[in-house]
């Protein structure tokens, strides 16, 4: 069987199956990493204290990002199912007011969270690639691109800044996360099998068919986010913090060992 149901509708209609909770579910999910990534940033960052924030930057990036989607996908993971049976279940309900009453009334709570586990295996590590990275190469591309300190650039210098640090971002996420996307698809085609297996099937080469078109999508993606998350600030003349730079008091202590 090819897995496609001939009463299923394959119009153009088909394309928009789910449209409603695939929105909704990543518009909260959007809204809620961008917003917890900087409130644990606040939060580990005071907790690290000043030097040790900045020692060890990457390694607050990373647990900040993870922690932000971890509560994210929380969001994430009612809408997904819907979208999921909407898009793969012949049959089943076509829209989202009357899908999610549905599950609810048939599985309850567990039937909008049976897919948080392997959705948080998919998405954390994504993320943390995804803001670590970004973090990095903004502070990369002022100390070594940028032929002038970011407190002289214009606000349209420093959102060019921000895309090109998505872009570079998205590139290195969709690198990171083909493997588990490629398993997640062949699994969706055939939920029988397990994940040993559907990597075995596939082979090293079947793993990484088709990086080059989602690299350019998920950079592109990748980059509009950050430039929209850095205009919304930009517009609203919300806190942009610059580039982190060395503390004085570490600077004192690196002198002191020095002499």
């Known amino acids: 069987s090819s897995g496609i149901n001939a009463e299923w509708p394959l119009g ?14 990543y518009s909260m999910q959007g809204v809620g990493k961008f917003g917890f990534y900087e409130a644990f940033k606040n939060l580990y960052s005071g907790l690290m204290g000043e030097e040790n924030t900045y020692l060890y930057r990457t390694s607050m990036y990373l647990a900040a990002s993870a922690s932000a989607e971890f509560f994210a996908d929380i969001f994430l993971c009612p809408m997904e199912s819907v979208k999921v049976r909407i ?3 012949p049959g089943w309900s076509q829209t989202l007011r009357e899908g999610a009453p549905r599950i609810w009334a048939e599985e309850g709570v567990n039937g909008f969270y049976k897919g948080l586990a392997p959705l948080w295996a998919r998405q954390i590590p994504y993320t943390m690639m995804k803001f670590a990275c970004f973090e990095r190469t903004v502070e990369v591309l002022y100390k070594y691109v940028v032929p002038k300190p970011r407190s002289d650039c214009s606000k349209g210098e420093q959102l060019v800044v921000t895309f090109i640090a998505g872009y570079i971002a998205g590139v290195f996420c969709a690198i990171v996360s083909h493997p588990a996307d490629s398993i997640v698809s062949k699994l969706n085609a055939n939920p029988g099998g397990g994940v040993s297996s559907a990597a075995k099937e596939l082979g090293l080469a079947g793993l990484w068919k ?11 993606l990748t980059a509009l986010q950050w430039f929209i998350y850095d205009s919304v600030k930009v517009a609203f003349r919300l806190p942009r913090p610059p580039p ?9 202590k690196l002198a002191a060992s020095q002499a």
Do not use: D, N, V
């Not at 088709?210 to 592109?220: A, E, F, S």
């Not at 982190?244 to 004192?252: A, Q, V």
């Open 12 to 25: 153009p209609g088909a394309l928009s199956l789910g449209w409603a909770p695939t929105l909704l579910g």
């Open 244 to 252: 982190p730079e060395m503390p004085e008091s570490l600077k004192r």
């Open 87 to 89: 898009q793969t279940t």
């Open 210 to 220: 088709g990086l080059g078109p989602r690299i350019i999508m998920i950079g592109t």
